[in-house]
Structures are given as structure tokens and as C-alpha cells.
């Protein structure tokens, strides 16, 4: 067994850790909500005209009647105008807690004792009290008025006008409580249809994403204003809300807290602390409507009729704003309307009790699969099947938010998914380097075939030097060797004999067009060009060699597989990946004097080898640098990025070779690269939305301009590629020195 428990070990034990995290790490929980806001901020609610909407003390309002507080009359002629309108309802999202400072018996003693001051303080107690003529006004129409529970304990609690009715367990324990309140004058409240608290509490990061319906100071329980306000509205009078335990409600013997709402023929959806999701809608002019507008002669009744009417303000010096997904200063009083809107129009929100088990059950699901198919299949088939999966995930939560107004979190167990990835495929890389390694050591005593013809001519040459030239270099290595050759663990001679039928051909095809075989490592072939013999042609013969390769691998995919089944025994697919590049190296015998190589050396060999490593990156079979485009330009070439690959700081532009010169003249393939270009040009120039639409674009003609039969041909898992990144700058955009160019973590 050796090292082998940890492919299994260590990503089991970062899926129980991502666990923990997930149920005691409350940032956990705050990221889940930045990801339901970018759900809102793609697709916000539309707004539909209700009979709900705000009259807003606006900053206008206040530079045209005055400064706020207004006198109580004032407020009185507000609410009489509204009500002889014909508006439903009229709900304040203010609280009248001291005196009216404008009325006689509060104003006379603070001015001077002069005669006609002393006169008016005689005969006081005729004067109009201003409360009394708000409290009148209150008491003949159908008002609701508002209050704010305080932390601190406080003399005076709201009066409640509604009832309460339970189904289920108790709720009292999951409302959020409070020591007391700041409320109305009693002659205000008491003459009210309604009264509730207009509290809004945010959540840790200072946003509004919900709103709670009932609050309670001790065992008392209080409405919210906009639940309130829909009483009142329909002129019922008991609030019932159902807890786990109630009728249809699943509790599997669990006291998990409130399940809904409901007020007259009204239900709402609620999470298990009583508080309802909202889903804000744009700006919407039409929802508000200034107060100044109401005292104008022309004001139209109709505008006001038959409407729940909240009285709030807009103003920044009123300090009512709030911090919404799609808005940082939202007033208080219009996420009280956005929730009476939904509730009238039975359009919810929701996040269902199931939710959190669905997304443990995805990633524990997942990233098993994923522990257990790595050491089997290795990195690329294991990260079809993690694309996927969580390609299934996403598209699930965001379909389901779309249709069923449902909130799931695809984002963090997907990203432990990929973290799962990583370390098994890490753990896969350390395991295929050391065989690689012993296979290479037993490999690299044997010669070139060219050296040994040079040295045949010149046995002079057998002397340690170099020289320097122009060179085109190939690496190619097959994928999944890994896999391969754990099935071959008791058959080494088997090994050996695909091995051998593998090299021997790639071999031939490279000799056969100029090229000089460096060295077997393992699976790896390390070839180039131009050295010893010179090569004019160089770069077009390298090309020529690995599409001829890449070509050659279908026939020997094939033959292998009837060998196989006549044997009876599965078959193992070979597919490679090759790297070329291009430019000035050292060439000649390396080593030491008891023991050389005819090798090459030079920044353009460490390249064309990292090269052959991103090909598995970017889904492509070769993968060449700009060298050897420039050198070769008789090809079907398509750059893939703009990349600094590891070990190099500097970025270089890498091409995928996808045919020759009868693939690069046809018209679809000439369609392709112009669509291509395009999407690069408007990804590197950050204009996201023009990058995707083309490359939706290119992947379309993709299919009609390669041959699905070449292993070169393939270009989803790079569109695929280049979606994701786009999807991650739209939520995170890169630095501004970004300058698209993609630092690569891997060889």
C-alpha cells in the first residue's frame, strides 16, 4: 500500500473540514448571501403596479412645506387628504413619540410674559391642541401607525391591535426579541386600526436581504408594519403562524421554528425565524409619490385610491436609508413596500428547509466520487466528470431561482469540489513524477539513433561541447499514464509491450520527417529539429510530425482495442499531448566524460515542455508557441491565451496547431479564427458580455470547421475555460495592470 491511503486520506479529510466550516464559520454564511445577491442583481423582480406605494417626505417635500418634524395639523391634513382619495390604508413608517412642540400648550411657555402672551396663556385651554386634531384624524381613518423596539428596557410597550393564532411548536424562542420600545403618544396609537414595528434588521455585513414579520418584547408579540398594514388592509383581525409540527408542516420530531404566515387570505413563506426573503425590484419612479404632490390643487385622487399608502421619506437627512442587494441607499419605508407588493402579488422568495442538506449531500456526493475516480482515471477524465457536476449545480440553483423564486447555494460546495480536485490530483501529479522518473532512469541509456549515425561517420564527435542554432523542439506524453499502468501493476511485460507499441510508431513518424529522437522519458517523447543535420524547414516538419501523430493515434487506439477484445480483457485508450516550440538552443554531447548524451539546452526547451503540459489545461492535443508560428506559416493555428507558465515571468502568446495548409485556406476554418480573434480581443479588453457572445459564436462553428475524429480538434474544454474565467471577473475583476494575461500554477 505504501503512500496510497493518502490519494484516499487527506481529500476525505478536507470534505469533513469543509463540513465544519460550513456549520460553524458564520463567513461561510455571508459569502452564501453575496452569492443569493448576485442571483437578484442578474435578475431582479419586475416590477408590477399593486395598490401599494410610498408618499415620500422627500428632499423636495421638505425644501417646499418646511423642515421636518412637520406641525401634528399638517400631518392631520396629510392623512385627510389621502383618506378622502379613497386610499385603503394609510400606514406611517415614523413614530410620533414626544408632544408636538408647534402646539399652543408646548409653544406659550417658552415665549416672553408680554401682555398678549399672558392673554393667549389665560385662555390655553381653548386652543387647539395639535395631537389631539392628529389623534381625531387617526381615529376616523383607517391608520396604522409605527413604533421601534429598542435593545434597552423602556416604560411604555405598543398596544397590540391584531391577535395571535399557532399551529405547531412554539415560536416564541426563534423571533427575534427585544427590552422595549419607543412608541406613539397613547392618544395616537389608540385610536389606530393598527400598529406595528417598521424595525429592519440587517444582516452581519450591514445588508437587508429579509425582513422579520413578528418581533416580541418578552412573550409579547408584535407585528411588522407591512404585515400589519395587510391586515388592516383586509380587514381581518388574527395573525396565524405555523411552526415545524403544524399540519403539513415536516418536522421529523425537530422544533426547526416557523414555516409561514398568514394574515387574512394571505400566506407567506418565511424562514424559521419568522422572516420573509425579499426580492427588490429596480428603481420604480411609479412606486413613489412625493408628499409636496398630495397638498397641490391638481392632485389627482386617483393616484392614492383604493391603495395601501405608506408615509416614509427618502431624504438623506432623515437618516432612512438602507443598504440593499441592488441598492446602497434604499429608504427604510420602500423594502416595507417591496414586501407588501410581494405579498399581494404571491411572489416569494425562499430558501427551503431542505436547502442545506441538498448542497452537504451535492458535495459530499461529489467530491467522494471524485476521491475515488482520480487514483483510477486521472486528472482529466475525474475534471469531466467536476465540471460537470458542478456545471449541473449552478445551472440547477440558477434555474430554480429563475422559475421556483428558490435560493440555493451552488458556490461553496462546488468550490470545496474543486479544492477535493486539486489535492487528489496534486497527490496523482507526485506519483506519476516519481514513476515517470524511475521509467526515464532505465530509459536513458540508450543513444539517439541520429547520434549514433553521426558518431558511425565522426567518431571525433565523441568529446563533451555544443553549439548554438536555431531548433524546433517537441514534447509529447501520454495522458492518464498513471491510470494505465496501475492496471498493468501485475503485468509488467504488458506495460512494456504498450509502451513500446506507442513509441515505436510516434518514432517512425518523426524520423521519418527529419526529426531527431532526444529521449524517451517514461510515456514522454522528447524530439527536435535542425541538429545535427541542418533543417531550413524546421518548424513546418515539427508540425507536420504532430499532427501526424495526433492522427496516427486513432489507428493505433484502434488496433489496440481489437487486440484487447479479442484477448478478453478491457481496453486502455491512449491519448497524448504534445508541446512544440521554437528558437535558439545549445546543441551537442552533455554530461560527463565517462557517461554523455547527444542533448539540446535553452530557454525555448524548457517552454516547448511547458507547453506540452498546458495542453491538458486547454483541451487541446498540441499546443505551440509563437516561434514556431511565425516560423511555420503554412498551418491551422488558433491562439489560446496570453500566458506566463511556470517558471517564467515573462507572457508569451501559445497557439493551438489544429491542421495544415488545406485546414488553414478552408472558409470555415478562416469563420472560426475571425470569431475567435474577436473574443480574445473583447476578453483582453475586458468587455465581457461582447467576449462571451462571441465566444458562443466560435464554439458553434468550431464544430463545423474541425473534424471531431483528430484529438486536436476539440475545443469546448477551452470555450469552457474561458466562460468560467469571464463568470469570475464579472464578479471579481482582475487588477487593473492585468493586461490579459493568465499566470499558469502547473507545469
Not at 422568495?349 to 466520487?369: K, T
Not at 517564467?648 to 495544415?660: D, N, P, S
Request: charged letters at 20%.
Amino acid at each position: 500500500m505504501g503512500r496510497r491511503w493518502l490519494h484516499y486520506g487527506i481529500p476525505v479529510l478536507m470534505i469533513a473540514v469543509a463540513l465544519l466550516l460550513r456549520v460553524s464559520v458564520p463567513a461561510i454564511e455571508e459569502a452564501q448571501l453575496r452569492v443569493f445577491d448576485g442571483y437578484q442583481r442578474l435578475s431582479p423582480r419586475i416590477y408590477e403596479p399593486v395598490p401599494v406605494r410610498f408618499v415620500d417626505l422627500d428632499d423636495e417635500s421638505l425644501a417646499r412645506i418646511g423642515q421636518w418634524p412637520w406641525p401634528r395639523t399638517f400631518v392631520a391634513e396629510l392623512i385627510a387628504r389621502l383618506a378622502n382619495a379613497g386610499a385603503a390604508v394609510v400606514v406611517f413608517d415614523i413614530v410620533f413619540a414626544e408632544p408636538d412642540r408647534t402646539s399652543p400648550s408646548q409653544i406659550l411657555p417658552l415665549w416672553p410674559d408680554t401682555p398678549e402672551v399672558l392673554a393667549l396663556r389665560a385662555t390655553s385651554d381653548a386652543l387647539p391642541d395639535h395631537d389631539a386634531i392628529l389623534a381625531d384624524v387617526i381615529a376616523q381613518a383607517n391608520v396604522v401607525t409605527g413604533f421601534v423596539l429598542t435593545p434597552e428596557a423602556t416604560g411604555a410597550l405598543p398596544i397590540q391591535k391584531g391577535s395571535f393564532a399557532f399551529a405547531g411548536d412554539d415560536p416564541l424562542p426563534f423571533l427575534p426579541a427585544f427590552g422595549g420600545a419607543i412608541t406613539n403618544l397613547p392618544q395616537l396609537s389608540e385610536g389606530a386600526a393598527g400598529n406595528g414595528t417598521f424595525n429592519l434588521i440587517a444582516e452581519r455585513d450591514g445588508t437587508i436581504r429579509r425582513i422579520p414579520l413578528f418581533l416580541r418584547v418578552g412573550e409579547t408579540i408584535y407585528p411588522s408594519l407591512s404585515i400589519e398594514a395587510l391586515r388592516v388592509a383586509q380587514g381581518a383581525r388574527t395573525f396565524i403562524l405555523k411552526s415545524s409540527g403544524a399540519n403539513l408542516e415536516a418536522s421529523f420530531g425537530q422544533n426547526t421554528g416557523l414555516n409561514n404566515v398568514k394574515v387574512g387570505k394571505i400566506e407567506i413563506p418565511v424562514d424559521a425565524n419568522g422572516r420573509m426573503w425579499i426580492h427588490f425590484t429596480e428603481e420604480a419612479p411609479e412606486r413613489r409619490l412625493p408628499a409636496w404632490r398630495v397638498f397641490e390643487a391638481d392632485f389627482d385622487p386617483a393616484e392614492v385610491e383604493g391603495m395601501i399608502i405608506f408615509i416614509g421619506t427618502s431624504a438623506a437627512g432623515l437618516k432612512d436609508l438602507r443598504t440593499t442587494p441592488l441598492n446602497p441607499a434604499a429608504a427604510g419605508v420602500e423594502i416595507h413596500v417591496q414586501a407588501v407588493e410581494q405579498a399581494l402579488l404571491g411572489h416569494f422568495l425562499q430558501r427551503p428547509d431542505w436547502a442545506d442538506g441538498a448542497e452537504i449531500v451535492f458535495m459530499v456526493a461529489l467530491g467522494l466520487l471524485l476521491v475515488l475516480m482520480l487514483p483510477q482515471l486521472g486528472a482529466l477524465w475525474s475534471a469531466f466528470v467536476g465540471i460537470a457536476g458542478i456545471a449541473a449545480a449552478v445551472g440547477a440553483s440558477w434555474t430554480l431561482f429563475k422559475g421556483q423564486l428558490w435560493l440555493l447555494d451552488p458556490i461553496y460546495p462546488s468550490l470545496v469540489v474543486l479544492l477535493v480536485y486539486l489535492a487528489g490530483s496534486l497527490l496523482n501529479f507526485l506519483r506519476t513524477e516519481r514513476e515517470k522518473h524511475q521509467v526515464r532512469t532505465a530509459f536513458g541509456q540508450y543513444l539517439s539513433p541520429a547520434l549514433v549515425e553521426q558518431l558511425a561517420k565522426d567518431p571525433d564527435r565523441l568529446v563533451l561541447g555544443g553549439e548554438m542554432r536555431d531548433m524546433t523542439l517537441l514534447f509529447c506524453d501520454i495522458r492518464g499514464f498513471t491510470a494505465i499502468s496501475e492496471r498493468y501493476k501485475r503485468d509488467p511485460q504488458g506495460l512494456t509491450k504498450l509502451i513500446n507499441n506507442f513509441l515505436s510508431p510516434m518514432t517512425d513518424l518523426i524520423l521519418e520527417r527529419r526529426g531527431t529522437i532526444d529521449k524517451y522519458m517514461g510515456d514522454c517523447i522528447m524530439a527536435f529539429w535542425n541538429a545535427p543535420l541542418d533543417d531550413p524547414d524546421h518548424a513546418a516538419h515539427a508540425c507536420d510530425s504532430a499532427l501526424a501523430m495526433s492522427a496516427a493515434l486513432g489507428g493505433l487506439n484502434h488496433a489496440r482495442k481489437a487486440e484487447a477484445e479479442a484477448a478478453g480483457r478491457p481496453h486502455d485508450e491512449i491519448k497524448i499531448g504534445i508541446g512544440l516550440n521554437s528558437g535558439e538552443c545549445c546543441v551537442g554531447n552533455m554530461g560527463s566524460h565517462s557517461r554523455f548524451d547527444y542533448s539540446v539546452l535553452g530557454d525555448a526547451v524548457n517552454l516547448a515542455a511547458r507547453l506540452e503540459g498546458q495542453s491538458k489545461q486547454y483541451g487541446v492535443g498540441i499546443v505551440i508557441g509563437q516561434e514556431t508560428v511565425n516560423r511555420a506559416p503554412d498551418i491551422a493555428a488558433l491562439e489560446l491565451d496570453l500566458i506566463a507558465v511556470k517558471g517564467k515571468t515573462e507572457a508569451v502568446h501559445i497557439y493551438a496547431l489544429l491542421g495544415g495548409a488545406g485546414q488553414r485556406d478552408s472558409l470555415a476554418f478562416r469563420r472560426l479564427q475571425e470569431q475567435h480573434k474577436k473574443m480574445l480581443s473583447a476578453y483582453r479588453g475586458e468587455n465581457w458580455s461582447s467576449a462571451l457572445e462571441h465566444l458562443g459564436e466560435a464554439r458553434h462553428l468550431a464544430k463545423q470547421a474541425l473534424d471531431p475524429e483528430l484529438g486536436t480538434a476539440n475545443l469546448d474544454m477551452l470555450y469552457d475555460l474561458y466562460r468560467d474565467r469571464i463568470q469570475n471577473y464579472l464578479e471579481a475583476p482582475p487588477a487593473a495592470d492585468w493586461g490579459g494575461v493568465f499566470i499558469a500554477a502547473t507545469k
